[in-house]
């Protein structure tokens, strides 16, 4: 129920900006164009969006054959927590990074980068794994495709606004709006993807924190998915993705946390603070996230925990 409530609350904003959007554009008539807009953009988020993020990152489908390591940690994953198995697709981006996308667990899709694959041992991606079937078993992903398409859609409204301010105002405004309707659509070009932003950011850092929380428990210790933050902080700073912002909320670690404008509106919580409460505490004053994670006991633990995971495969 919360998620319906949630769901119910982003489509009533994301849509209420679209047809603000329209009425400052076109008054009367345009309030009702950016309105059946908004109907149509809900309509192709639920059924589409999914795959419209898959295209954006150039994300291919996998088979057992072509991915058999990631496709049986998925498996085993799937059965412990009780769901189908998804779809693997695999981003051609060397960022680490990872998300889950579909508009149910019937037509779920998990998607990894080549970089994470390729930074990642066994137990660390299988609590990145664990983390985005969470989401799909959470029934997170369908706020995150809609949030996606919405958000992108009133990026390209603000931008056709600001290109129609820089006209009226050449053209020294028209007779019914004069300045404060050139005023009015370069405020509204400003504030409505800040908006859209905002919104997702509400949304999308408490579902982080249940989201690692029950991909924990599909694996049974959570301190693979912990040291997988940890290297996914380290590496994205370093090389930060090449990712739309409208779909940033998506990712298991903010793509755009290397680039420092995008970062003041991350829709992510800390890293230090999602590792701590995986592992029981709190964050250590001034404590960095590093790439190591070398405790001998810790890693006992996870491959403990990888053993139990393999046993019941």
Known sequence: MGNQIRTTVLLAAMTALIIWIGQLLGGRQGMIIALLIAAGMNFFSYWYSDKLVLKMYRASEVTPGQAPELYETVQRLTQRAGLPMPKLYIIPQQSPNAFATG???????????????????HDEVAGVLAHELAHVKNRDILIGSIAATMAGAIMVLASMARWSSIFRGAGGGDERGGGAGFIGLIAMSIIAPMAAMIIQMAISRSREYLADATGASFVGNPEGLARALEKLGAYSKRLP?????????????????????????????PLEERVARLRGGRPSAGRKIDSGGDSRDREARAKAAWNRLSDDG
Do not use: C, D, Q, Y
Not at 106 to 120: K, R
Not at 250 to 255: A, G
């Open 241 to 269: 993705m090449n990712a739309n912002p409208s779909t940033a909320h998506m990712f298991i670690v903010n793509p755009l946390s290397g680039k420092s404008m995008m970062s003041l509106f991350s829709t992510h919580p």
């Open 103 to 121: 508009r149910n667990p019937a037509h779920a899709v998990v998607a990894v980068t080549e970089g994470l694959l390729s930074i990642m041992n």
